[in-house]
């Protein structure tokens, strides 16, 4: 399946998930824009490609309380 870069279908970005739990951010994430598949990664840790997707959201965690670090957003 081909997806446009120009046209982003749902909600692309979520400030309001920094301080919480990064499952719970995960499936928030995944609720809100069914297009997407969020992945948590370790702040200073997990590498990841840096490539654009617009199926992806890296949800970036605290190594030691799993706590979302970044605003996680499509990329």
């Not at 970005?13 to 928030?28: D, F, M, Q, R, T």
Request: charged share 20%; proline share 4%; net charge neutral.
């Amino acid at each position: 399946m081909i997806m446009s870069y120009f046209y982003l279908p749902g909600k692309s970005s979520w400030p309001e998930l920094v301080g919480v739990k990064g499952e719970k951010a995960v499936k928030i994430i995944e609720e809100q824009n069914l297009t997407v598949n969020a992945q948590i990664v370790i702040i200073g840790v997990s590498i990841v490609t840096q490539d654009f997707r617009c199926d992806r959201v890296w949800v970036w965690v605290d190594k030691d309380t799993g706590i979302v670090g970044r605003v996680p957003h499509i990329g």
